[in-house]
């Protein structure tokens, strides 16, 4: 059973830096797309970023473009998304899962912006 547990949230100021981890147990995942979701109280949960397996190639939401960056280590079975430039509207919980959601969700990390 793959388990996944994000970590690395906390509460920041706008303008603030975090970097979220998740790892990985269970199998290996070098050879999926894996992403980063965050889900807002009483709204969807939404893709933020995403990066395939040998981490050559990245996507990122238009909201986070520019300010959070994606990456993986396969040998440890980690990914990251250092996340700068806060803003309030970044708020919320903050998930991993491959890109199809193959496996169950965590129980994610909580990111507050506020000042």
């Known amino acids: 059973q793959v388990q996944l547990v994000e970590s690395g949230g906390g509460s920041v100021q706008p303008g603030g830096s975090l970097r979220l981890s998740c790892a990985v147990s269970?199998?290996?995942?070098?050879?999926?797309?894996m992403g980063w979701f965050r889900q807002a109280p009483g709204k969807e949960r939404q893709r933020v970023a995403g990066i395939e397996g040998n981490g050559g190639e990245t996507m990122y939401g238009d909201a986070v473009r520019g300010r959070v960056a994606i990456s993986r280590d396969n040998a440890q079975k980690l990914l990251f998304l250092r996340m700068n430039s806060l803003k309030p509207e970044d708020s919320g919980r903050y998930f991993c899962?491959?890109?199809?959601?193959?496996?169950?969700w965590g129980q994610g990390t909580q990111v507050t912006v506020s000042s």
């Open positions: 269970g199998r290996a995942t070098s050879s999926l797309f």
């Open positions: 899962n491959s890109i199809p959601n193959f496996f169950p």
